[in-house]
């Protein structure tokens, strides 16, 4: 199933925060929800302790981005409980 691309992509830059560190790092807005998943997956394997959070910063702050970044947020806590489950 091919993925809806957003014309003229602007980076959305992603911090991750984990227990004892943090990462942030910049996604295309074209960026599909397993991509970031695995991007959040393969963090929390280089970080110690659980993803405590994930802050969103978008180039504008419509609705479409901040129901996207609650969509987001939903979907890296559901992630970050595979990946916990995953490695015990």
């Known amino acids: ?35 970031l998943a695995d991007r959040l997956c393969n963090l929390a394997e280089r970080h110690v302790g659980p993803l405590t959070s994930i802050d969103f910063v978008t180039a504008s702050s419509s609705n479409s981005d901040l129901a996207l970044a609650a969509i987001v947020r939903q979907l890296a806590a559901l992630e970050a409980e595979v990946c916990e489950a995953a490695s015990k």
Not at 15 to 24: I, L, P
Request: glycine share 0%.
């Open 1 to 35: 199933m091919p993925h809806p691309q957003v014309p003229n992509p602007t980076p959305t830059e992603i911090r991750a925060v984990f227990a004892t560190s943090a990462a942030s790092f910049d996604m295309p807005r074209a960026t599909t929800f397993e991509q």
